[in-house]
């Protein structure tokens, strides 16, 4: 008893940790939920909470999520935080395809939404983060980019996400709003591999998230562009419907959106919703 | 009788004449041991091809299908691929004959070298070949500065990024057949005035010729199939560098349909060239 | 080095070959001198692992000589490759080249000298027709029999007009039958060639029907040398005693009587002094099954039966004992003495069936 009596109060710690406002978000999806029975236990001081929690994440959250499942763990002993980190497609199609899983942080409301589209998801989806194109170039950046205009000049060799992962999505969106036609050398299968390409200098620009930029440290230069300002990323996040351990998953979801769950989002580059 | 028989179909096959030998043995023949593991292992090579039959959207195949897109990652695939075997068999064959036929240190070492490409991952042999021949790569940034070559990006570096991943393939396979072929053919027609370079052209190639014919098929398909060391060295654009399995890949980030379909289109091109290769060239020995 | 090479070119009417092979392999050296004037045929006779075909390559140059010589009409060849020599190899096992046909496959060599395809496949029916094989010209190897193959082989190697022809167990691959027609249409063949022929055999009729001169190696050097006739009758080897059929002994002659370094004491008809050999061939022996009282106590033996053998229509016995010697029985002889394996006989040799030479 006096065990259960102490996790409950570490549990009500986390609780205490999160921002007020995203405690009611949290709390509103799960009285949508309400009707569950296993949802009863969901409210902050819920008295059990150990086991796994599986989290399948977009790939640009692998840091930062990885430190915010150390410190969940280490706040609620007893638990241990698994992650799964892959292309939010991959990973809304193995959700659907019957994964046990029970939180999915997505890097886009697209494909978030083959997700919920499924009924595979308990509430409506709250977004997290959000996360901005910048332009990666060389480090000093020698061909003096400024803008995404600069990136149309023939003699870049520039590569873009291609159009089917979030992030080729998104510069396609902020060059069409911009009116700008840019041809790359090459359509990258995911945001990596494009800064990967400006990272050996193959390439001497790459449109990527902010995120990426600051992942890669001092190899490339990010070059922030007003024109992203047409294509800002949201980051949903959701608990879902056959989650085997959705008591801690909740918790996990108002780590993510507490104070201090974003303080360790935004130094990774993200923005706030 | 029956062996003047062997032999005559034998010939007739070296000829390229009857293209099908009937099967003598029956099922009968089979014993358990081995007919069991053998339809288990057919069951798990063909199954996921099943299934992928079973799934196809058929209704909206023909729509799949008519994209320029498809058309132009098929043509792509298949020049590359037929390129890279080319690249293979003008490099491979004399590596294998170099393998198989001189004694020099370390061959044992060089041979493990050679196939070191089968197992690296392709998406390290693709950043390997960056570092190697992309524009800032290790001989790559000469190729740049002095020719104004750059392979990266282009359906050039498709060919070789195939071929690096391919070529072993090729080599390992000739070389099997020259150091099963007996040497000492190559010594008869040196005595006979030709030097080891005639002799390896008139007398051993025509012999391992069956081997070389394996060996580019095992590397051509290898190269169709190619994805990783592919993306990785030479990106993705349609009609330069999207070949058959990036298109696939990319499809199905968002469209699992439009993938399946475009699978079915390579594992239909592959299967009929290869059934028509096999029947051509490897029905001998 | 340079007196060496004028010598060599100014000497043109120094014909034929003349040859120091040293080829060190490991453990084993091959050391052999070989000589030969063109219309030569040269026989290396020995045992297998003798060094014959080691010989033979080295003069075809598939293996580098270590040391020594070697000059083919005045030319210097030591360094020469394969394919510059002229010289032609017919292989054991023929090695016709599988996908070419009969034609080809002799047309193969002029191609290469340099002939154009049309000439080339000129000399090679030329050749097909004088070997009897014109109609199997468009065949492949596989189609051909044994006899002809060989026949197909010797041709290719001709059709190189060699200087030096190599035959390496030229008979070695056909049956009994094919083996005596072959024979002799090599034997017809080699006389007519006008260059120097080695061939090398380890079957003694081979060689002796083959070649006007036998050269026997044994662990890589020379044992003996000399036409066919000398060695049949002089054998100075057991391994060549035992090709020709001969039992043959080394001993200290002192008149009539040699006394072997083993101990027996045989009587012979030459009167000699010094070492010497002693040879009788096995069907100079009798055998008793009883000590023969008739018998003069010369030369007079008790062995035990080794082992037997049938040899054609005569059966061979192999004795050990007093002394170790090989006899030819009839099958009746045979069976009258009742001989089976640990019988103990009696032998005998007749003086004036015995001979012996200088060692």
Known sequence: MTRSARRTRRTLQVAGAGAAALLALSACSSSDDSSSSKSDSSASASPKMSGTVTVFAAASLQESFTTLGKEFEKANPGTKVTFNFGGSDTLAASITGGAPADVFAAASPKTMAIVTDKKDAVGTPATFVRNQLEIATLPGNPDKVTSLKDLTKSSLKVVLCDKTVPCGAAAQKALTASKLKLTPVSYEADVKSALTKVELKEADAAVVYKTDVHAAGSKVQGVEFPESANAINDYPIVLLKNAPNAVAAKAFIALVQSAEGQKVLSAAGFLKP | MTQLDTSDAAAETLKGGPRRRRVRMTGRGVPLPLLVPALVGLAFLLLPLIALLVRAPWRSLPSQLTSTEVWQALQLSLFSATAATAVSLVLGVPLAWVLARTEFPGRGFLRALVTLPLVLPPVVGGVALLLALGRNGVVGQWLDSWFGITLPFTTTGVVVAEAFVAMPFLVISVEGTLRAADPRYEEAAQTLGASRFTAFRRVTLPLIAPGIAAGAVLAWARALGEFGATITFAGNFPGRTQTMPLAVYLALQNDPEAAIALSLVLLAVSIAVLAGLRDRWMTTS | ?359
Request: proline content about 5%.
């Open chain 3, 1 to 359: 080095m340079s007196n060496l090479r004028t010598t060599a070119i100014e000497g043109t009417d120094d014909k034929g070959l003349d040859a120091h092979l040293i080829v060190d392999r490991g453990t084993f050296r091959l050391d052999v001198e070989l000589t030969a004037a063109p219309g030569d045929v040269v026989a290396l006779l020995g045992p297998n692992g003798a060094g014959k075909t080691t010989a033979l390559r080295a003069l075809a140059g598939l293996v580098h000589l270590t040391d020594g010589h070697l000059r083919l009409d005045g030319a210097e060849l030591d360094r020469t490759p394969p394919e510059s020599r002229p010289v032609g190899v017919v292989f054991q096992d023929y090695l016709l080249f599988p996908h070419l046909t009969a034609l080809d496959n002799v047309g193969f060599g002029p191609r290469c000298q340099g002939a154009t395809k049309a000439e080339s496949r000129a000399i090679a029916a030329e050749w097909l027709d004088r070997m009897g094989l014109a109609e199997h010209a468009g065949a492949k190897p596989r189609r051909l029999s044994g006899g002809q193959a060989q026949r197909v082989a010797v041709a290719r190697a001709l059709a190189t007009r060699p200087r030096l022809l190599l035959l390496d167990e030229p008979l070695a691959a056909l049956d009994a039958r094919t083996r005596l027609d072959v024979r002799a249409q090599l034997r017809r063949h080699l006389a007519e060639f006008e260059a120097v022929a080695v061939l090398v055999t380890h079957d003694p009729l081979d060689a002796m029907v083959l070649a006007d001169r036998l050269v026997v190696i044994e662990q890589g050097s020379i044992v003996q040398e000399g036409t066919p006739a000398d060695i049949a009758r002089h054998p100075r080897t057991d391994y060549i005693a035992q090709l020709v059929g001969l039992n043959l002994y080394k001993g200290r002659a002192d008149g009539h009587t040699v006394t072997l370094d083993t101990g027996p004491v045989i009587t012979t008809t030459e009167d000699l002094q010094g070492e010497v050999f002693v040879a009788f061939p096995p069907s100079a022996v009798t055998l008793f099954r009883d000590r023969p009282t008739s018998a003069s106590a010369r030369n007079l033996w008790h062995c035990e039966v080794a082992g037997l053998e049938t040899h054609g229509d005569q059966i061979r016995v192999d004795l050990t004992g007093e002394l170790p010697l090989a006899a030819d029985l009839t099958t009746v002889a045979a069976a009258e003495l009742d001989l089976h394996q640990g019988a103990l006989v009696w032998a005998t040799v007749k003086a004036t069936q015995t001979h012996s030479y200088p060692a």
